[in-house]
């Protein structure tokens, strides 16, 4: 069955570095997603893309944070700058082409932990 | 904005036993609903979810929902739990963003452990 990856499994860096998560969605997929979990929190929307560029992103998602599809089957979360709130569990997911009445499939996660 | 309430933080129950995890919405137009599982370290699996028709979804592992709009409600159910199914349980309502997709909101959570 295919399923959305996700690497690297877990990410430790310094504080002000900048880190980029990668996400391989589900092939024929076309909308992308990117969530979070902050440690003992609720899962949070981040942001969603299709067709290269964002159709929508929450007011957690600044101007620290991008997006990028840069091929054909990678889609990457970049943090320029991190803060020790960053530190939580990274979940992208993705649609099939229909968005309507279709399900988000996760990714495993990364964990990111900012010192 | 929508938003999904999940009233029990922890519920403890034996094996074997029902269960029945709570869950609440507000948002204002016919909510796409679901319930995700997420065992320790690992990611998001879905157990089921509503679009529209039948209220009384199946999902896998043998649980169900029954959406009540009268009572914006979404409560998973299970008739015999069995060991494997501690874990944490959210639920998630997905508000059509306009752009062609929606976003997930999801509740707090319930975390399930359950007794040999």
């Known amino acids: 069955e295919p399923e959305v990856t996700q690497t690297p499994s877990h990410q430790v860096t310094q504080m002000g570095q900048e880190v980029i998560l990668r996400c391989v969605p589900i092939?024929?997929?076309?909308?992308f997603y990117w969530y979070r979990q902050i440690l003992g929190q609720k899962v949070e929307f981040l942001v969603s893309f299709y067709n290269n560029e964002i159709s929508e992103k929450s007011e957690i998602f600044d101007d620290q944070f991008s997006v990028e599809r840069p091929d054909g089957s990678n889609f990457t979360l970049k943090i320029r700058s991190t803060k020790l709130e960053d530190s939580a569990m990274y979940f992208c997911?993705?649609?099939?082409?229909?968005?309507?009445?279709?399900?988000?499939?996760f990714g495993p996660g990364t964990r990111l932990l900012v010192l | 904005a929508q938003s999904v309430t999940q009233p029990d933080i922890h519920i403890t129950v034996s094996e074997g036993a029902s269960l029945e995890l709570r869950c609440n919405y507000s948002y204002g137009a016919t909510p796409y609903l679901f319930w995700y599982v997420q065992s320790p370290g690992q990611g998001l699996q879905l157990l089921l979810k509503y679009f529209s028709g039948d209220t009384l979804v199946q999902g896998i592992k043998g649980f169900e929902a029954e959406f009540k709009r009268s009572q914006s409600s979404f409560n998973l159910r299970k008739p015999s739990v069995h060991w494997s199914d501690a874990a944490e349980y959210f639920c998630a309502v997905g508000a059509d963003s306009g752009a062609g997709s929606y976003q997930l909101t999801f509740g707090k959570g319930t975390k399930l452990s359950v007794i040999p």
């Open positions: 997911a993705s649609i099939s082409t229909s968005a309507d009445q279709e399900t988000q499939y």
């Open positions: 092939s024929n997929h076309l909308y």
